[in-house]
Antibody, heavy 119, light 109 residues
């Protein structure tokens, strides 16, 4: 069974940083592209970033480019999202999801990690 | 890039059919046959219902079907059941390995 478990969320001040982690199990992590999707409280889903299976290519939504960094450690079956220069509008539940080559859909999701940006 | 446009809410009675629309542009929905749909219950993670416009993952009932015409994709739920009451989101591939979601539709049964 595919399992994705996020961690690392919390309360951070504007301008601060945070690192989210996603522990994957139940599938061959090194063979899959992975994604972060976020959902602001009471709002819809927003795609944030994708990373190729080998970590060599990364793609971001415009609003986080230069501030967020997606990475992975295939030896540890783990996905990461480094969030820097955080803004109040980054407050959201961040989901880790498994995706297809090319990231055309997201077939397994974690339960999310909440990031709150507030002073 | 703006979110895909979905109705904020739809409703139907048990046994009826409902269709949720998802309006995009020629750079996302209209450009690729990579539309997917997700079901989300309150406090839960989204679940994949439909991928590649009309394909269903194993385990998803055939009451759920997807289609696309031009820049509009649609999710149809036939034989509505009370447990279908949830939020539904469309998503389209938008080029350069990026995705764009719709704003979500709340289904009341």
């Amino acid at each position: 069974e595919v399992q994705l478990v996020e961690s690392g969320g919390g309360l951070v001040q504007p301008g601060g940083s945070l690192r989210l982690s996603c522990a994957a199990s139940g599938f061959s992590f090194k063979n899959y592209w992975m994604t972060w999707v976020r959902q602001a409280p009471g709002k819809g889903l927003e795609w944030v970033a994708n990373i190729k299976y080998d970590g060599n290519e990364k793609f971001y939504v415009t609003s986080v480019k230069g501030r967020f960094t997606i990475s992975r450690d295939n030896a540890k079956n783990s996905l990461y999202l480094q969030l820097t220069n955080l803004r109040p509008e980054d407050t959201a539940l961040y989901y880790c999801a498994r995706t297809t080559t090319g990231a055309t859909f997201f077939d397994s999701w974690g339960q999310g990690s909440l990031v709150t940006v507030s002073s | 890039q703006s979110a895909l446009t979905q109705p904020r809410s739809v409703s139907g009675s048990p046994g009826q059919s409902v269709t949720i629309s998802c309006n995009g542009t020629n750079t996302d929905v209209g450009a690729y046959n990579f539309v997917s749909w997700y079901q989300q219950f309150p406090g839960k993670a989204p679940k994949l219902l439909i991928f590649d416009v009309y394909k269903r993952p194993s385990g998803v009932p055939d009451r759920f079907s997807g289609s696309k015409s031009g820049t509009t994709a649609s999710l149809t739920i036939s034989g509505l059941e009370a447990e279908d009451e949830a939020d539904y989101y469309c998503c389209s591939y938008a080029g350069v390995y990026s995705g764009i979601f719709g704003g979500g539709t709340k289904l009341a049964v």
